[in-house]
Each structure stands twice: as C-alpha cells, then as structure tokens.
C-alpha cells in the first residue's frame, strides 16, 4: 500500500512540473537582446554609430588610460628648457639603479656602450655612427628625459617602450654612468 502512495505521490509531481511548461507561450526574458541579438556582418557598414563613423570618439579632453602628459614640446627650445628646469620626480626610495641599469642594458646598450663611452655594438659593427660618449655632453636629468622622450638626431623615441618612471630609472643610471667616466 506504502508503494501505491509512492508512485501516486511521484505521477502527481510529475504532471505538476510539466504543467508548467508551455511551448507555445516560453518565459519571460529578462534581457531578450541577449538571447536574440542582432547580427553584424564583419566589416560592413552599420548605422550604429553616428554620422557614419567607425567608432565612438572619446570625449574631448580625456586622457588614454595610463597617459602623463609632458608640457616639454619636441624643439629646440623644449629642449633646453627640460634641460634647465625638469627635475626628477622619483624620491630616494624610487629610485631603483638596479632597474635602471636593467632596462639601459635592454634599450640603450646597443648604441651607447655598457660604460655610456658611445661604442656599443652596432657602433662597432658601423649601423650607426658619431653615437656621442656621456663624458662628452654636457647633460642634465631635464636632457636626458626629453631625449629618451622625444628621441635625438639618429637615436628615435622611447616613450611607448618606457614609462615615465621607467625613463627615469634609465635616467638616474646614465647620470652614474657619467659620473663614472
């Protein structure tokens, strides 16, 4: 008798849960553009955006993710201006010779020479010539982060390699090098 009790108990929870369920008219959905978007087709033309464009514009004045801005411009007169007056943000416990030395060796080595005389290997071998030696130059912390910078003559822009920190860390270690030769 319990058996009978059990298997009517089951039929009735069965016909219950199926009862529920209507093919003809389905759920609710909470965000039917998700599960019935529209389909693009690669690279055509689409009026999603305004005026035609290929994408958002960002808003004037903003900023990339990670930007510092440099007030030096890239002339002459940037230059000598970087050279009398910017300074270096780091503070002593910023400053890493060991990191610079690293990320010199990495960019600057090539060209410069491990004791920053000028004659690295691509000197050596004549890619490039009249690579000036650090004892040479009179230069500055100011100098020496606008051309990492902005780049020098033959030598071309490290800016989207390094940070700003980065750039001064290779600035503190070739000021070293200087004081060394």
Known sequence: MKSIYKIALLF???ILVSSCHDNKAP???YFPNMYESLGYETYSESDAFKNGQEAQLPAKGSLNRGFVPYEYENTTAGYELAKANLKSPLDSLGRDL???KAL???YCISCHGASGNGKGKLV???KFLGVPSYKDRVITEGSIFHVITYGLNSM???A???SPQERWLVTDYVLKLKSEL
């Open 12 to 14: 009735g929870i069965v």
């Open 27 to 29: 759920n609710y959905q």
């Open 98 to 100: 060991e990191k610079g």
């Open 104 to 106: 010199f060796e990495i």
């Open 124 to 126: 050596e071998r004549e």
């Open 156 to 158: 071309g822009s490290h």
């Open 160 to 162: 989207n390699q390094l």
